[in-house]
Every structure is written in C-alpha cells, then in structure tokens.
C-alpha cells in the first residue's frame, strides 16, 4: 500500500511520516517547495517520494495521486485565504477518484473563532 501526504510539511504531516517511515512504509509528500520537502522529509530516504504540486491545478493534482492507495488530505492556507480550502479540497477529491485512490482522509483546519465582526473590548 503506497501512502501520499498532501501539505506534508505542516506538524501532522511530519508526525504522519515518523509513523510510516517506523513502519517501514513508502510514502509520497507533496508540498509547493521540493526543497522544502527535500529538507523536512530527506532523513527518511528510501522509504519518502518527493512530489512538488500545485494542489490548485488538476493536472498537477493528479500527478501527485497517481499510483496512492492512501491520500491524507493535511493542506493548510492561510487564515486570510480560507476561502481557498473548499476549491483545493475539490480538486484534491477529484484528482484522487480520477488516479483510483481507495482512502481519502480529509483533516482540514478548523478556525472556530471565524473572521473578526467587530472590536472585542
């Protein structure tokens, strides 16, 4: 079973890749900077796949999922671009159906206090 952390580098991911790597897994990180997964994810080499993806495009989406059993959907924007979490995560779903992905864990983040209304005094 081949696994793919997509928006590998935040804190889930890394502790996602511990497990794995313990368990002798092979899996794929996809992040914006192969230097960056390159740097985070290079100690578990040869079990860790670098993929560098644009999760806003279908196509690079794709690419990224192609061959996965397991997708771990960890993507993480910024609190000002919030709004971008429902379009990656469709075009994360899709991508993943389209490449016969069996499992698609969505972790999202959740920002419970919402946009600022108003001064809080």
Do not use: W
């Amino acid at each position: 079973m081949k696994y793919a952390l997509f928006g590998a580098t935040g804190a889930v991911g890394k502790e996602l890749a511990n497990v794995l790597a313990a368990n002798n897994r092979k899996f794929r990180v996809v992040g914006r900077k192969l230097q960056d997964l390159k740097a985070t994810f290079g100690r578990y080499e040869p079990l860790v796949e670098y993929c560098e993806a644009d999760l806003t495009d279908a196509a690079s989406a794709r690419r990224a999922a192609d061959g996965i059993d397991t997708l771990f959907y960890l993507v993480g924007v910024p609190y000002d671009r919030f709004d971008l979490h429902p379009q990656m995560s469709k075009v994360c779903v899709n991508a993943a159906a389209e490449a016969g992905v069996r499992k698609f864990v969505h972790l999202g983040t959740l920002y419970s206090f919402g946009r600022m209304q108003r001064e809080c005094i």
